[in-house]
């Protein structure tokens, strides 16, 4: 895993990268110590995780949260900094940071972070295969006959939550159904999907729908209890968009008027995934 560290207080930069070092936790591939370098280390080296200040000279670190976000989506944020405000920690989050961590540093929490960070690098690139074996055409079947995969899936929604409603058996009956014959998601609509269950395919996919925006407000909930939930920090950002988890719960909140909304193949391919990642 690669590490990018970028903090105007050149002691807390070597004791981070002491905590990586001796937990083997990867490698440091850059740091910086004012926003304008850390942009330019950050685009060169692209690492996988960036431990960030909140306050430094020149670009402030939110600024370059947003930036790299919108560059590099996949490059997770760990915010480390002195500030306590809860509307900057809230705009830490909205930007893209995925944990907040106060000073002074505690080896042990920062250890724990990164290490969660990590897991969630790793289900994102496993999500982000599947993606590519859907593009590729590859046959992605695994055998559902000695119900190992449907017992996985079966207590990943209950994880969720939704396991009582309507559009639970849809979404099992969909993904057995894609899983087995090798389909290609990013070529066919869901209308085109659900039409090979039903004579009501609009109504089918609102069902599925329904369910899957109960999954993601019960994950929702779950965050705004403890961000380092486990099944938060498993599923926000593998089974949905993490930037709509977060809106959702700022609707949650009553900051916003409109909640996160949810994509039905992004769901399926990450429960694929999810159901394959147990089994291996």
Request: hydrophobic share 40%; proline share 2%; charged share 25%.
């Amino acid at each position: 895993m690669k590490f990018f560290i970028l903090d105007d207080d050149i002691n807390i930069i070597r004791i981070l990268k002491t905590i990586i070092a001796d937990r083997e936790l990867g490698r440091v591939v850059g740091e910086a110590t004012n926003g304008d370098d850390g942009l330019k280390g950050i685009r060169t080296m692209a690492p996988d995780i960036v431990l960030i200040d909140l306050l430094m000279p020149g670009i402030d670190g939110l600024t370059v949260v947003k930036q790299i976000k919108g560059e590099y989506p996949n490059i997770q944020f760990i915010m480390i900094s002195q500030v306590y405000s809860k509307d900057m920690v809230g705009k830490a989050y909205i930007y893209g940071v995925e944990y907040y961590i106060h000073k002074p540093i505690n080896a042990i929490e920062v250890e724990t972070i990164i290490k969660k960070v990590i897991e969630r690098v790793e289900i994102n690139r496993a999500i982000r295969s599947v993606w590519e074996k859907f593009d590729e055409d590859a046959k992605v079947r695994p055998k559902y006959g000695d119900g190992r995969h449907e017992h996985n899936l079966n207590n990943i929604l209950m994880e969720l939550g939704i396991i009582a409603e309507s559009g639970t058996d849809d979404i099992v009956s969909v993904i057995r159904y894609v899983v087995e014959q090798g389909m290609n998601l990013n070529e066919v609509t869901m209308q085109e999907l659900c039409s090979q269950f039903t004579d009501s395919p609009r109504s089918m996919e609102q069902r599925m729908r329904r369910a899957i925006n109960i999954a993601m407000t019960n994950i929702a909930h779950l965050g705004l209890e403890d961000y380092m939930n486990e099944t938060f920090v498993i599923y926000a950002n593998s089974l949905f968009n993490f930037e709509q988890v977060r809106k959702e719960m700022e609707f949650i909140r009553g900051n916003v008027e409109k909640g996160g909304s949810t994509s039905i193949k992004k769901f399926l391919v990450g429960l694929i995934s999810h159901c394959e990642h147990i089994n291996n």
